[in-house]
């Protein structure tokens, strides 16, 4: 659902309750353009899980293909400062 920046200055947070009810998302638009998403925290809280959960299979892939090292703590502290 699309909701206009006007009617949200006019109704305030009542007017996303209500889209919120409709679909998971509300987008809000300014000046005809879609700017801002908006979603209740739980959902933000679940996309985000996902998020960090694609980023694990990632980093296991790239371990698995050899473009990954293992550093202890001062290892890789030493090699940030090597990189300044």
């Known amino acids: 659902m699309t909701i206009m920046a006007n009617d949200l200055k006019t109704r305030g ?4 309750d209500e889209a919120l009810k409709l679909e998971d998302e509300a987008i809000i638009s300014v000046r005809g353009k879609s700017k801002y998403v908006v979603m209740d925290l739980e959902h ?9 959960e694609a980023a694990l299979i990632q ?8 473009k ?11 090699a940030l400062r090597n990189e300044l």
């Open 44 to 52: 933000y809280n679940y996309l985000r899980e996902c998020e960090l």
């Open 68 to 78: 990954a090292q293992t550093l202890t703590a001062e290892e890789h502290i030493e």
């Open 59 to 66: 980093t296991h892939k790239e371990i698995a293909e050899g």
């Open 13 to 16: 947070v009542t007017i996303l």
